[in-house]
């Protein structure tokens, strides 16, 4: 998203990209509870520490991905800030039966930072939330938008991608991921063997469009 985004303005400066997700009904308490850190106890804990690390990897392909996008070269991405919010009472999920006790977290927050020599240019933040209203700054209503890119930029942009009311926001999540993952499969087969990415692809859209049919 924050590469489409580039092709509509120029001399970018900066770019902030932020993910911000309600996931209590996410079906895999696997993937709160071991992806994500919810339900663990607070604290730089050995799980924790691995998770970060986890993201960072994770993180560094995002961040190299933009900078060959950018034509900048790619110095290095840090951890720059992690926020936890801890769950007031304890509640279990509905997508998952993970019961998040009291005490432990119920929201977290990564912010990385990616250079390009001396001067950051990309910043991403990844809030997960298993309870909503964690406090201020915290994510409030499922409404929301769950991503936000904005760049410093001539002109200078902001876009948001959220869903339609009524929307159940984990399921279209969800589809949003899987619809990605199939609609590239035309162009990774007909690409030349070796490693692609979106930089080496043409531009993706649907592949099963049905015009003219209700939606289900």
């Known amino acids: ?68 996008a950018l034509h900048v ?28 006790e009291a005490g432990t977290v119920a929201g977290v927050r990564w912010t990385w930072t990616a250079y390009s020599g001396p001067s950051a240019y990309l910043t991403i933040t990844n809030e997960q939330t298993a309870v909503l209203k964690l406090g201020a700054g915290w994510r409030e209503t499922e409404r929301e938008p769950a991503w936000t890119v904005e760049l410093d930029a001539s002109p200078p942009l902001v876009a948001t991608l959220s869903w339609p009311e009524g929307t159940a926001a984990a399921a279209a999540n969800a589809q949003l991921n899987a619809a990605r993952a199939i609609n590239v499969l035309a162009a990774l087969v007909a690409a030349p063997p070796g490693c692609v990415s979106v930089l080496d692809l043409p531009m993706i859209t649907s592949s099963d469009t049905v015009l003219g049919e209700a939606t289900p």
């Open 73 to 100: 070269p790619f110095t290095r991405i840090e951890q720059t800030d992690k926020r936890t919010a801890l769950a007031t009472e304890t509640v279990t999920l509905p997508g998952s039966g993970l019961t998040v």
């Open 1 to 68: 998203m924050p590469i489409f985004l580039t092709g509509y303005t120029g001399s970018v400066r900066h770019i902030d990209a932020v993910q911000r997700n309600h996931v209590a009904h996410y079906p895999s308490a696997a993937q709160l509870r071991d992806g994500l850190g919810l339900g663990l106890p607070p604290g730089e804990t050995e799980s924790a520490t691995a998770l970060d690390a986890g993201w960072l990897w994770l993180m560094t392909s995002s961040a190299r991905m933009v900078a060959a």
